[in-house]
C-alpha cells in the first residue's frame, strides 16, 4: 500500500488564487515571506534550514535494536488493544551512560522513551511500561518473543512512519503556458531550467535503474521558483493545503536567494519537511493508522498463540527476563542469541544495501555547524554545580558544595561565598544591581540580598577581599522568608522586579521599591539590598506546591477578566493560576488519571494580547492558551524522548536537559532536530545565552595538557566535547559550555518577528530611559536584543 505523500515542485501555479483558494474549493496556505500569517502567527520555525524528526535520530529500532541483543514483549493493554514493547541497554555514544531505550509499538504509532540504568536496580516490565500513559494497570503481563524472526516485524511497522526516501516532481512552463497539459508537454526545459535541475542532483537514467524511483500521487506542500535574470537568483513561494501541519524552515524576508548552494540546501530541507508533514495529514494519518491497527492485529495473533511462548512475569527484572538456564541448556540460548543478532544483522545489512537505511546525511548540509553548537566558556571546573546564573555576557555565578564561584569566560574562577553556606537557589538581577540566593535547607532557609558590586572582578581579583561567610548573611537576610522552600522572579524587561516566595502551604508577594526605569536614570541611587524588597500580600493555598512561575500580563484586569499578574502553581497532579491581586486560584490543567505525575516546569510565553503557558511533567509538554475572559484552551501536546530535569524556551526551538542528554525540538510543532548525548549535564542558567556544564572530554594530568586544549580552542572556540569512551563521567572535571542566543535565534528582521507589547506603565518609563534595553525583550537592533519567546503556539492535527 502506498501512502507516500509527495509535493511538486513547479514553476508556476495559475490554479491557486492570491488568497490561496484553489479553483476546485481547496483552500493553501501561502509562504512567502512577507504574509501576515508568517509575520505574526504561523512560523515559529527558524529559517536555518534544519531536517525536521530526522531519520537517523527517530529510526530507534533501526539504529539502536536491530542486530544486538535486546527483548520484546507482546501483550494488550486495558481496552484489550494489542501493542509490543522493545527494550534495550545501550551506552549513549559511548560516553559509558548505560540507559534503557525502549519503544512502546501501538496502532496509534510508536511512542519513544530513555529510562536510566542501574545495575544495581534493574527495572521491572511492569515499571518501564508505567512510564507510558495508561500503561501501568494491564491485567496480564505481556509475553516476551524469542524468535528472531521478530526484528523484520517491528522493522516492517517502524517503516510505517513514513519513506527516508523523498520524491519531488518538476514541472518546467514557458511563457503564456497556463495549464498542466501545456506544461506537461514540455519536452525541453530553458539554460536557466537546466541549471537548476544540475543544482538539484545528478540525473539519472530510470532504464535498468533498480533503486528507489519515486512515483508522484497527490498534490498537498507546491513550491513556486522564479529564476530572476536581472541578479541572477530565486525567488521561492511555498503552497500547502490548509489540512497539512506547519513545517520550517520559514522563508526569509524578501524569500530571495543568490547563493545556488544556500538555495539548494533551503528548497531540499523546506521540501523533505514538508513531505514529512503532508504525511501526517489526517488521510494519511488514517490510512497509516489501519495499516498500524492491521499488522500489529495480525503480528499479535501469531504469537499470543504459539504455546511455546513464556510468560513474563511482572516481578522479574529486565536483566532477569532472560532466565538464567541449567549448565545443559546454557550453550543452547548462547545459541539462541547468536542467531538473533545473526538474523538482526543480515536485515540491517540487506535494508542498506537497498537504500532503505535512515543513514544518510550528505545531501541536506546537516556536516555544517548546527545553531546550538555550544561554546567552550570554561575548559576545566572541578566542582559539581548545584545552581548559578549568568552574569553579563562574560560571567556566571555558581553555587556547588564547596562554596560559590564567580567564573569568568576562559579566564578564571574565584570563591566568593564559603562552603559554610549552602546555597540551592539564586538569581542575578543586574537591572537593579543585585545578588539574590536561598541558602541553607528546612527552617533555616531564608533568601538573601548582596549587591552585584560587592562580587566586582577588581574586588575580588584583589588581595583586600574577604569570603563572604555565614557572618556575613545576618545583615542580607529577608527575615520574612524563614523557611522558605523556593521562589521565582518576573522576567527582566518588566516595570518592577516582583518576587513570589513558597513558604509551605503560604505563598509571599514581594516587590522591588524602584522601578527598572527609575533605576536605569538613578543607578547611583538604586543601593538597597533586603530594604529594596516590598511585602505586598500573602496567599494561602490548600496544598503545598512542587514548582512556581510567575506569569506577566499587559492586559488591564476588570470586570473579571484575565488579570494583570499571575502565579501558576503546581502540585501532585495539576497546575492552577493564582490571581496576584485577589489570591483567587483557577484550575489551570490535570495530568490524565492513570499517569504518575512528576511535575517539572512550568513556562510564560506571553507575547502581545496571547498569553500562554507552558506546562511540563513527566516527558509531555503542554501548550496552555489563557484569554482575557479567564476561559482556558488547550493547543498542543508533544513528547520528550527523556524524563527533562529542565526545559528552555528559545524561539524557535524548545531545549530539554536530562541528566546526560540535550534534546532539541522545534516549538511550532514539537518535532525533534537534535539529541545530544553529555555525561552529568546539568542547565546553569538561560536568562540570556544557554550555559550548562558537563563532565570534560578528556581528564587533564598537567598543566602541558591543558595549554594545548587552551591553544585549540582559542582557534575553534565552538568545539563540542568529543567522545571519550575509556574515561568514565565520575574521573572526568566539569567543563562549561555557552550556546549563544543569537546563534540558535540568528538575524531577525523586523518584518518577520513581533516585538511584545510593553504595559502603559513601561510604556511610559521607557521613554525617558537611557538603559541598554535587555536581552530578553526584542528590539530593533537584534545584536544586542533578541527574543526567547514564540510569537504563536504548536497547531494541533485535526
Known amino acids: 500500500m502506498d501512502m507516500h505523500p509527495p509535493l511538486k515542485l513547479i514553476s508556476e501555479l495559475p490554479q491557486i488564487e492570491t488568497n490561496g483558494t484553489e479553483s476546485s474549493g481547496r483552500r493553501f496556505r501561502i509562504e512567502n515571506?512577507?504574509?501576515?500569517?508568517?509575520?505574526?502567527?504561523?512560523?515559529?520555525?527558524?529559517?536555518?534550514?534544519?531536517?525536521?524528526?530526522?531519520?537517523?535520530?527517530?529510526?530507534?529500532?533501526?539504529?539502536?535494536?536491530?542486530?544486538?541483543?535486546?527483548?520484546?514483549?507482546?501483550?494488550?493493554?486495558?481496552?484489550?488493544?494489542?501493542?509490543?514493547?522493545?527494550?534495550?541497554?545501550?551506552?549513549?555514544?559511548?560516553?559509558?551512560?548505560?540507559?534503557?531505550?525502549?519503544?512502546?509499538?501501538?496502532?496509534?504509532?510508536?511512542?519513544?522513551?530513555?529510562?536510566?540504568?542501574?545495575?544495581?536496580?534493574?527495572?521491572?516490565?511492569?515499571?518501564?511500561?508505567?512510564?507510558?500513559?495508561?500503561?501501568?494497570?494491564?491485567?496480564?503481563?505481556?509475553?516476551?518473543?524469542?524468535?528472531?524472526?521478530?526484528?523484520?516485524?517491528?522493522?516492517?511497522?517502524?517503516?510505517?512512519?513514513?519513506?527516508?526516501?523523498?520524491?519531488?516532481?518538476?514541472?518546467?512552463?514557458?511563457?503564456?503556458?497556463?495549464?498542466?497539459?501545456?506544461?506537461?508537454?514540455?519536452?525541453?526545459?530553458?539554460?536557466?531550467?537546466?541549471?537548476?535541475?544540475?543544482?538539484?542532483?545528478?540525473?539519472?537514467?530510470?532504464?535498468?535503474?533498480?533503486?528507489?524511483?519515486?512515483?508522484?500521487?497527490?498534490?498537498?506542500?507546491?513550491?513556486?521558483?522564479?529564476?530572476?535574470?536581472?541578479?541572477?537568483?530565486?525567488?521561492?513561494?511555498?503552497?500547502?493545503?490548509?489540512?497539512?501541519?506547519?513545517?520550517?524552515?520559514?522563508?526569509?524576508?524578501p524569500p530571495v536567494f543568490k547563493d545556488p548552494q544556500a538555495f539548494r540546501e533551503?528548497?531540499?530541507?523546506?521540501?523533505?519537511?514538508?513531505?514529512?508533514?503532508?504525511?501526517?495529514?489526517?488521510?494519511?494519518?488514517?490510512?497509516?493508522?489501519?495499516?498500524?491497527?492491521?499488522?500489529?492485529?495480525?503480528?499479535?495473533?501469531?504469537?499470543?498463540?504459539?504455546?511455546?511462548?513464556?510468560?513474563?512475569?511482572?516481578?522479574?527484572?529486565?536483566?532477569?527476563?532472560?532466565?538464567?538456564?541449567?549448565?545443559?541448556?546454557?550453550?543452547?540460548?548462547?545459541?539462541?542469541?547468536?542467531?538473533?543478532?545473526?538474523?538482526?544483522?543480515?536485515?540491517?545489512?540487506?535494508?542498506?544495501?537497498?537504500?532503505?537505511?535512515?543513514?544518510?546525511?550528505?545531501?541536506?548540509?546537516?556536516?555544517?555547524?548546527?545553531?546550538?553548537?555550544?561554546?567552550?566558556?570554561?575548559?576545566d571546573f572541578n566542582y559539581e554545580i548545584i545552581c548559578g546564573d549568568s552574569w553579563g555576557d562574560s560571567k556566571l555565578i555558581v553555587s556547588t558544595e564547596s562554596g560559590v564561584f564567580v567564573v569568568e569566560d576562559g579566564i578564571s574562577h574565584r570563591q566568593i561565598i564559603e562552603k559554610s553556606v549552602s546555597i540551592r537557589q539564586l538569581s542575578v538581577v543586574e537591572a537593579h544591581g543585585i545578588l539574590l540566593f536561598r541558602a541553607d535547607k528546612g527552617r533555616d532557609s531564608k533568601i538573601h540580598v548582596f549587591r552585584l558590586s560587592d562580587f566586582e572582578s577588581d574586588l575580588v581579583s584583589s588581595n583586600d577581599f574577604v569570603m563572604k561567610g555565614r557572618q556575613d548573611l545576618k545583615e542580607h537576610k529577608i527575615e520574612r522568608t524563614r523557611g522558605c522552600l523556593m521562589y521565582a522572579t518576573s522576567k527582566p524587561g518588566g516595570s518592577h522586579l516582583r518576587m513570589v516566595v513558597c513558604l509551605g502551604r503560604r505563598l509571599l508577594l514581594m516587590q522591588w521599591r524602584h522601578s527598572a526605569a527609575w533605576t536605569a536614570w538613578c543607578a547611583a541611587s538604586d543601593t538597597d539590598t533586603v530594604e529594596g524588597f516590598q511585602f505586598i500580600r500573602e496567599i494561602q493555598m490548600n496544598e503545598q506546591p512542587s514548582l512556581i512561575t510567575l506569569v506577566d500580563s499587559s492586559v488591564a484586569g476588570s470586570g473579571g477578566g484575565f488579570p494583570e499578574n499571575a502565579i501558576c502553581v503546581g502540585y501532585r497532579h495539576q497546575f492552577d493560576l493564582i490571581n496576584e491581586r485577589s489570591g483567587e486560584a483557577h484550575k489551570l490543567f490535570s495530568v490524565s488519571d492513570g499517569c504518575k505525575a512528576h511535575l517539572i516546569a512550568a513556562m510564560d510565553l506571553y507575547e502581545d494580547e496571547e498569553p500562554e503557558l507552558l506546562l511540563c511533567y513527566n516527558n509531555v509538554c503542554h501548550f496552555q492558551k489563557l484569554s482575557v475572559d479567564g476561559k482556558c484552551s488547550t493547543e498542543f501536546d508533544f513528547y520528550w524522548n527523556s524524563i527533562p530535569a529542565a526545559i528552555v524556551c528559545t524561539f524557535p526551538y524548545i531545549i530539554a536537559f536530562t541528566t546526560d542528554s540535550m534534546e532539541i525540538r522545534l516549538i511550532i510543532n514539537g518535532n525533534l532536530v537534535q539529541t545530544?548525548?553529555?555525561?552529568?549535564?546539568?542547565?546553569?542558567?538561560?536568562?540570556?545565552?544557554?550555559?550548562?556544564?558537563?563532565?570534560?572530554?578528556?581528564?587533564?594530568?598537567?598543566?602541558?595538557?591543558?595549554?594545548?586544549?587552551?591553544?585549540?580552542?582559542?582557534?575553534?572556540?565552538?568545539?563540542?566535547?568529543?567522545?571519550?569512551?575509556?574515561?568514565?563521567?565520575?574521573?572526568?572535571?566539569?567543563?562549561?559550555?555557552?550556546?549563544?542566543?543569537?546563534?540558535?535565534?540568528?538575524?531577525?528582521?523586523?518584518?518577520?518577528?513581533?516585538?511584545?507589547?510593553?504595559?502603559?506603565?513601561?510604556?511610559?518609563?521607557?521613554?525617558?530611559?537611557?538603559?541598554?534595553?535587555?536581552?530578553?525583550?526584542?528590539?530593533?537592533?537584534?545584536?544586542?536584543?533578541?527574543?526567547?519567546?514564540?510569537?504563536?503556539?504548536?497547531?494541533?492535527?485535526?
Open 676 to 798: 545530544m548525548s553529555m555525561p552529568k549535564l546539568t542547565l546553569i542558567s538561560s536568562k540570556n545565552d544557554i550555559y550548562f556544564a558537563t563532565t570534560a572530554p578528556e581528564f587533564f594530568q598537567s598543566k602541558t595538557e591543558r595549554l594545548q586544549l587552551d591553544q585549540k580552542l582559542e582557534k575553534d572556540p565552538s568545539l563540542s566535547p568529543p567522545l571519550s569512551p575509556h574515561l568514565s563521567p565520575e574521573m572526568r572535571p566539569f567543563r562549561l559550555y555557552r550556546i549563544p542566543l543569537n546563534s540558535l535565534i540568528g538575524f531577525v528582521p523586523t518584518c518577520e518577528r513581533r516585538c511584545p507589547t510593553p504595559s502603559p506603565e513601561q510604556d511610559a518609563s521607557v521613554s525617558k530611559s537611557t538603559e541598554t534595553p535587555s536581552k530578553s525583550t526584542l528590539q530593533l537592533e537584534p545584536s544586542k536584543t533578541l527574543s526567547r519567546s514564540c510569537s504563536a503556539s504548536p497547531t494541533p492535527n485535526k
Open 33 to 253: 515571506g512577507d504574509s501576515l500569517g508568517e509575520k505574526e502567527e504561523i512560523f515559529g520555525s527558524p529559517s536555518t534550514p534544519v531536517l525536521e524528526n530526522p531519520e537517523y535520530q527517530t529510526r530507534w529500532y533501526f539504529k539502536f535494536f536491530l542486530g544486538k541483543v535486546h527483548q520484546n514483549y507482546v501483550g494488550a493493554d486495558c481496552d484489550k488493544v494489542p501493542f509490543f514493547l522493545s527494550v534495550v541497554v545501550t551506552d549513549a555514544n559511548n560516553q559509558c551512560l548505560p540507559q534503557y531505550r525502549v519503544i512502546l509499538w501501538r496502532n496509534t504509532g510508536t511512542q519513544k522513551i530513555l529510562l536510566p540504568y542501574g545495575s544495581s536496580k534493574p527495572l521491572t516490565v511492569k515499571q518501564i511500561l508505567s512510564n507510558f500513559p495508561n500503561m501501568d494497570k494491564l491485567e496480564k503481563g505481556p509475553k516476551e518473543i524469542f524468535t528472531p524472526e521478530i526484528q523484520k516485524d517491528l522493522l516492517l511497522l517502524e517503516e510505517q512512519e513514513g519513506s527516508v526516501n523523498f520524491k519531488f516532481g518538476i514541472l518546467y512552463m514557458r511563457p503564456h503556458q497556463l495549464t498542466d497539459d501545456e506544461m506537461l508537454s514540455n519536452e525541453n526545459g530553458s539554460e536557466e531550467f537546466n541549471e537548476f535541475i544540475n543544482l538539484l542532483g545528478d540525473k539519472i537514467r530510470l532504464k535498468g535503474w533498480d533503486k528507489y524511483r519515486g512515483g508522484l500521487d497527490t498534490k498537498d506542500i507546491f513550491a513556486l521558483i522564479s529564476y530572476q535574470m536581472e541578479d541572477n537568483s530565486y525567488r521561492l513561494t511555498v503552497f500547502s493545503e490548509e489540512s497539512v501541519p506547519l513545517f520550517g524552515p520559514s522563508l526569509p524576508c
Open 266 to 379: 533551503f528548497l531540499l530541507v523546506k521540501l523533505i519537511n514538508g513531505e514529512k508533514a503532508a504525511f501526517n495529514t489526517p488521510t494519511f494519518a488514517k490510512k497509516r493508522e489501519r495499516t498500524l491497527d492491521m499488522l500489529i492485529k495480525d503480528l499479535y495473533c501469531e504469537h499470543m498463540n504459539d504455546s511455546n511462548r513464556v510468560t513474563m512475569l511482572n516481578r522479574r527484572a529486565f536483566s532477569d527476563v532472560l532466565p538464567d538456564p541449567p549448565r545443559g541448556s546454557r550453550r543452547k540460548e548462547e545459541a539462541r542469541q547468536v542467531e538473533f543478532v545473526r538474523i538482526g544483522q543480515a536485515l540491517k545489512l540487506d535494508t542498506i544495501v537497498k537504500g532503505d537505511a535512515p543513514t544518510s546525511l550528505a545531501t541536506t548540509g546537516l556536516f555544517k555547524r548546527a545553531p546550538w553548537e555550544p561554546q567552550c566558556f570554561y575548559p
